[in-house]
């Protein structure tokens, strides 16, 4: 189990969404609410920074005035995906752990964040969640020492896929299945938002 002093979130939200015409998928309203600020709501409490990914060129409308402050990374590759978001965001933690979410996730809750830190230990160094047998790489939980030089050695091979990072890098990973899928529904097409 990790303690709120010893984690960092990460919330990327540098996507391009295209399949949303470009709109910035973290500023939608739900409820009257931006996923970003659902997302800090939720984190807030649980962790001891806040980061948020901005892709390369660092788009951060929504992103100013969030209370508590967002602290903005911006990756050092361009056009690569949201591996180089988490890249950003392990070199900026100043904690040993960092918790990753997309900024695509209005519904994720406080048990799923819960269930990752209280998976974490000196043991591991990731949380992953299972998904229908399939790992959901933008939410976990990472040891910041080892995964950023796996990240690192990933991006400058040229291997970008984010979920390689749990299922191919060598990191001792414990997996969490059968979570809430509702509260992991994220937003990719018009389709996705709530009625």
Known sequence: ?????????????????????????HAILID??????????????????????????????????QRPPLRPVRDAVADVGPLA???????????PWMIVVAGDMPFLSGSVIDALTRTADPEIDAVGIMRGGRPEPLVCALRVS????????????GRFKASHLLTAEGLAVRWIEDLDPGALRNINSPDDLPG
Not at 4 to 22: E, H, M, P, Q
Not at 44 to 54: D, H, I, K, N
């Open 85 to 95: 978001g988490v890249a950003a965001g392990l070199a900026s933690a100043t904690t």
């Open 146 to 157: 080892v995964a950023r030089p796996a990240v690192e050695r990933m991006l400058a091979g």
């Open 32 to 65: 009257g609410e931006t996923i970003l600020a659902r997302l800090v709501r939720v984190l807030e409490p649980r962790v001891a920074e806040l980061l948020v990914g901005v892709g390369s060129a660092g788009a951060i409308e929504g992103i100013g005035g």
């Open 1 to 25: 189990m990790i303690v709120k002093a010893d984690v960092s979130a990460l919330i990327l939200a540098g996507g391009r969404a295209t399949r949303l015409g470009g709109v910035a998928k």
